[in-house]
């Protein structure tokens, strides 16, 4: 495995459990909390809401496919 997909790995892992923003690239961007993850970036969140706007819609869990994305970030800063 390269050491960039060992760094994103590890990034991910770190999120785990934790509260993600994804966005997509057709601009939808759901904000849920990260359960797992694989080698594509496959990404499962529960508890995850569409956020259009300043609307939000809830969307319980949801999958979304590694390559309709186009960022994660995670909500919550993990202690140092």
């Known amino acids: 495995m390269s050491r960039c997909l060992e760094t994103v790995g590890e990034e ?3 999120a785990l459990n934790k509260t993600v923003l994804v966005k997509l690239r057709n601009g939808v ?27 939000v819609i809830k969307r319980g869990l949801v999958l ?11 909500l919550e800063v993990p202690p140092s």
Do not use: C, Q
């Open 29 to 55: 961007e759901l904000r849920g909390r990260l359960r797992g993850f694989d080698l594509h970036l496959n990404v499962l969140l529960d508890d995850a809401e569409e956020l259009i706007d300043k609307d």
């Open 12 to 14: 991910m892992k770190k």
């Open 64 to 74: 979304i496919r590694g390559d309709t994305i186009v960022l994660i970030s995670p």
